[in-house]
């Protein structure tokens, strides 16, 4: 099992947590930008990584995984292959969180919600109450990374890889920009 080093290292390493001076589709200014895709691109990675959730959910009875398309299907999939139970996700349809595509939750089923990344919280909120307009019981929230500082409460057992207290500046406000230091949009070519 990875210790917190290894994970950092997993996340820096792939480029999916960078560090600097970040302009933000908001506008916002950060010195952190998470991108997940950037390491669930590596299989064995992700195996790694959603083995800290499925572990600490291993003795909770889970009967199925579902998480939110797009960031969350990757991890629902990984996390219901080590769990042996099936792996949903969710989709917006005209804004709204659904299950599409003949996916089911049983009444009664105990259901762990996973996601990519969180900064409010807002996509799993909406998961879960799919799950509990079903009948069906959230057992718990696994997260990849938990952007809050780990502030976010779901009212269940949580479990995330990393947990990072991610800074956000308005430009006028920005102590990097103070500092001189250039904002770059994430994805920018030339971008380390
Ligand atoms: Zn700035």
Do not use: W
């Not at 994970?7 to 998470?34: E, P």
């Not at 259901?111 to 019981?137: F, I």
């Not at 920009?177 to 380390?192: H, Y």
Request: charged share 25%.
């Amino acid at each position: 099992m990875l210790d917190k080093d290894a994970v950092m290292n997993i996340f820096t390493g792939t480029g999916a947590v960078m560090r600097g001076h970040f302009l933000l589709t908001s506008g916002l200014h950060s010195d952190t930008y998470i991108q997940c895709a950037r390491v669930l691109q590596y299989p064995e990675h992700t195996a790694q990584l959603v083995a800290l959730i499925a572990s600490a959910f291993k003795d909770e009875r889970i009967d199925l995984v579902v998480g939110p398309a797009v960031g969350g299907i990757l991890v629902a999939y990984e996390a219901g292959r080590q769990l042996n139970v099936p792996a949903l996700f969710t989709e917006r349809e005209d804004g709204v969180m659904t299950l599409r595509r003949g996916f089911e939750i049983p009444a009664g089923a105990r259901v762990l919600v996973v996601e990519d990344v969180v900064t409010t919280g807002g996509s799993v909120v909406e998961v879960m109450n799919v799950v509990k307009e079903r009948g069906a019981q959230v057992a718990g929230v696994g997260l990849l990374v938990d952007r809050s500082g780990g502030s976010i409460d779901f009212g269940v057992r949580k479990k995330a890889v990393l947990t990072l207290d991610v800074k956000t500046y308005s430009p006028e406000d920005c102590p990097l920009c103070r500092r001189g230091m250039r904002a770059v949009k994430p994805g920018s070519r030339g971008l380390k």
